[in-house]
């Protein structure tokens, strides 16, 4: 079974940067699609980032383009999401999560970690 868990969450001021790691059990994470999403409050969690097997294939919500970037290292069973230029709209809770099956969408997904908050302060 597939653990994921991630960190690096924390209050930041609008501008400035975080990076979220997330690490990933077992032997078969160089196989697997993985994913960003984030849930603010009040709203349905919400796709974000995602990362194809070998990296080559990176996908972004509009939203966060030019701002953040996904990453990997198969070597280390992790994965990225360097936060910059924050806003207060990117306050939420995020999640990483391994796909069995697309890219965008959490019903995609089948493992899910346990989340870490983001906030930035105005």
């Known amino acids: 079974q597939v653990q994921l868990v991630e960190s690096g969450g924390g209050l930041v001021q609008a501008g400035g940067s975080l990076r979220l790691s997330c690490a990933v059990s077992g032997r078969t994470f160089s196989s697997y699609t993985m994913g960003w999403f984030r849930q603010a409050p009040g709203k349905e969690r919400a796709f974000v980032a995602a990362?194809?097997?070998?990296?080559?294939?990176?996908y972004y919500t509009n939203s966060v383009k030019g701002r953040f970037t996904i990453s990997r290292d198969n070597i280390k069973n992790t994965v990225y999401l360097q936060m910059n230029s924050l806003k207060s709209e990117d306050t939420a809770i995020y999640y990483c999560a391994k796909s069995y099956s697309g890219t965008y969408y959490s019903g995609q997904y089948d493992s899910w970690g346990q989340g870490t908050q983001v906030t930035v302060s105005s």
């Open positions: 990362i194809t097997w070998n990296g080559g294939s990176t």
